[in-house]
Nanobody, 119 residues
Framework: QVQLVESGGGLVQAGGSLRLSCVASGSIPSINDMGWYRQALGKEREFVAGISTNGIHTRYADSVKGRFTISRDRAKNTLYLQMNSLKPEDTAIYYC????????????WGQGTQVAVSS
C-alpha cells in the first residue's frame, strides 16, 4: 500500500500564493507518475497537474497554466504544487495522486487539503 499525505492548504486572498506538499510512503512502485487533482463544492474532481516519474515531463489543466507549477523531490518522496495568482475559483479540496494513468485514473489518493481563496 501507498500512503499520501498532503499539507500546505489554507486561506489566502485573491492574487496570493500557496505551496502544497504531498509526502508519499509505503510500497511506492518504481513507475510513479504523480499529480494533483481538486474538487470544488458541488463539482466533480478534476485533474490539475501531473509530473512524470523522472520529473521531466509535466502537464497542466488549461485553467491553471502559467499560474501553477508542479515539481517533485524524488529523494524525499515529495510532490509539490506552487500556486500563484490564486483566484476565488481555485477554491477546492486539493488531492495528491500517484500511479496509474495520472491524468485520468490514478491508483492512489491522499486525503486532501483545503484551499480557500477570498475575493
Amino acid at each position: 500500500q501507498v500512503q499520501l499525505v498532503e499539507s500546505g492548504g489554507g486561506l489566502v486572498q485573491a492574487g496570493g500564493s500557496l505551496r502544497l506538499s504531498c509526502v508519499a510512503s509505503g510500497s511506492i512502485p518504481s513507475i510513479n507518475d504523480m499529480g494533483w487533482y481538486r474538487q470544488a463544492l458541488g463539482k466533480e474532481r478534476e485533474f490539475v497537474a501531473g509530473i512524470s516519474t523522472n520529473g521531466i515531463h509535466t502537464r497542466y489543466a488549461d485553467s491553471v497554466k502559467g499560474r501553477f507549477t508542479i515539481s517533485r523531490d524524488r529523494a524525499k518522496n515529495t510532490l509539490y504544487l506552487q500556486m500563484n495568482s490564486l483566484k476565488p475559483e481555485d477554491t477546492a479540496i486539493y488531492y495528491c495522486a500517484l500511479g496509474g494513468s495520472i491524468a485520468t485514473t490514478p491508483l492512489y489518493w491522499g486525503q486532501g487539503t483545503q484551499v480557500a481563496v477570498s475575493s
